[in-house]
């Protein structure tokens, strides 16, 4: 069973940045697209960014487009999330989650392995 662990989350004042991290338990995240998720109290878990396979494919909501990036190591079988000029709503826990198909969606759907997530709060 491949696990993911993310890290990287904290309290950030808004403006901030913080780093965010996805690590998988086995040698195989090249298999995999990623996405990264949050969700903040009371909402529904929305797809923030997503990568293919190979790194050539990326996305993003809109209300990231410009302060977010998403980028994968296959060799350390790590992706990350760079999350620039924080801002209040940008509060929530981010989740990590692999897609078995070369796609890059920003949907929930056919995720099939998720990470616990990482607490993000900007708050001054």
């Known amino acids: 069973q491949l696990q993911l662990v993310e890290s990287g989350g904290g309290l950030v004042q808004p403006g901030g940045s913080l780093r965010l991290s996805c690590a998988a338990s086995r040698s195989s995240l090249e298999y995999y697209s990623i996405g990264w998720f949050r969700q903040a109290p009371g909402k529904e878990r929305e797809g923030v960014s997503c990568i ?3 790194g050539g494919d990326t996305d993003y909501a809109d209300s990231v487009k410009g302060r977010f990036a998403i980028s994968r190591d296959n060799a350390k ?4 999330l760079q999350i620039n000029s924080l801002k209040p709503e940008d509060t929530g ?3 990590c989650a692999l897609h078995p198909l070369n796609v890059c969606s920003r949907s929930t759907s056919n995720y099939i392995y998720w990470g616990q997530g990482t607490q993000v709060t900007v708050s001054s």
């Open 52 to 54: 293919n396979r190979n």
């Open 93 to 95: 826990v981010y989740f």
């Open 77 to 80: 079988n790590t992706a990350y």
